[in-house]
C-alpha cells in the first residue's frame, strides 16, 4: 500500500515538476506579455496543483493535507487575479504607445 | 543531493544579488530585489530558522518590496536624468573600493567565527519553562530580549512619524497618498472582497501559535496589514487621516502597554521589564496582544504614505 501511495507521488510531482518547467519555459521564450501570462497559469495551477496532489498521500493528517489544498487554492486565486491585473496593465500600455 | 540544492540556492541568491546591484533600471532591481527576498526565504528554511523564514517572506520581501515598488515608482521621472549624471571615475573607483572592503571585512568575520560559534542557545532553552511559552524564538524576543522587542517597537512609532513628516505642509493631517480608484467590478475589486476574510484569520493564526510554534506577532501583523492595503487599493475602503484620534492611540497603544508592564516588573519583580514568577505568559500574551493591532496599523501606514490630501473640513 505504501508502495502505491509512493508511486502516486513520485509520478505526480514529476508531472508537476514538467509542468513547472515548460511554464518557465514559455515564461523565457514566448514573444510578448500575453503568451507569457499564459504560460505561467501552467506552472501555477497544473504545476502546483499536481506538486500538492503528489505530496498528499505522504502528510501525517487530514489537516496537514488540507492546509496544503488550501495552499494550492489561494495560489491559484492570487495567481488569476495577479495575471488579469497585468493583463490589463499590458493592453493600457499598448493602446497609449 | 540536498547540499547540491543547497549549493544551487547559494549560488542563485548570490547571482541574483550581484543582478539586483547592476540593474540599471530602477523598478527591475526592486522587483530582483523581491524575488532574492523569496530565495533568502528559502535559504532560512534550510537552515532550519523557520521563524525568520517568516519574518524575510511577510517584512524582506513583501512589505519592504512594496515599499520599494512605490520608491521606485515615484523615482521615474527623475530616473533618466539620474542615469545621465555619471559621477566622476576618482568617485566610482572610491565607492567600489570601500564596498569590496565592506564585503572583506564582513567576509573575514564569518570566516574566522570559532567553532563552534558562541550561543546563548542553551541557557535560553534550560530557561524556557520559567516563561511558559513553547517557541524559544517567542521566548527570547518577549522574555529574555523583551528590550530590544520593545525599542523595535518605538522605532517602527518613529519610522513612520518620519514618512508622515515628507507630507506638504497643506497636506497635514490628512489622509495618506492618493485615493484609489479601481473598476467596482474588476478583479481587484473580487480579490479584496474574496481574500481579506482568509486573510485575517491567518494572520490571527500566526499570531496566536507564536507562542509554541513558528509565527508571532510581526508575520501576523505584516498579514492583517496587506488584507487592510489591497481593500484600500480596490478603492473599497480609504486609508484614515493621519490626525484621527484613533490613529495616535492605535499607533501609541502597543508601546505604552509594554512600557507599563515594564514599569510594572521593576516594581513587582525587582528589574525593568521582569516578569513576577508564574505570570510570565499572561503578561506575554498581553503584551502580544497589544502589539499586535499597533504593528498592523504602522506598517500598512507606511506603505500608505505621507499625508497628500487636504483636510477634510
Known sequence: MTHLADLVSIVAIVAGAVFFLAGTLGLLRFPDTLTRLHALTKADNLGLGLVVLGLLPQVDGVATGLKLVVVWLLVMLAGACASQLVARAARRGERHD | MTDVLNAGLAALVVALAIWVVFARDAFAAVVGFIAYGLLLTL??????GVDVALTEAAIGGGLTGALLVGAASRLRGTEAAARAERPRALVRVAA???SAAVTAALAIGVLMLPDPAPTLAPQAMANIAATGVGNPITAVLLAFRAMDTLLEAIVLVFALIGVWSLGPDQAWGGRPGLRHRADPNGILAY?????PPIGIIVG??????GADHPGGKFQGATIVAAMWLLAIMAGLA???PVSRTWVRVGLAAGPLVFIAIGLMGAVTAGAFLAYPDGYAKPLIIVIELALMPTLALILALLIA???RRPVEP
Do not use: E, N
Not at chain 2, 535559504?43 to 532550519?48: A, C, E, G, S
Not at chain 2, 480579490?191 to 481574500?195: C, D, F, N, Q
Not at chain 2, 490571527?204 to 501559535?209: A, G, S
Open chain 2, 305 to 307: 504614505g505621507a499625508p
Open chain 2, 204 to 209: 490571527t493564526y500566526i499570531f496566536w501559535v
Open chain 2, 238 to 240: 480609504d486609508a484614515p
Open chain 2, 96 to 98: 567600489a573600493a570601500l
Open chain 2, 43 to 48: 535559504v532560512w528554511v534550510q537552515l532550519q
Open chain 2, 191 to 195: 480579490l479584496a472582497r474574496v481574500l
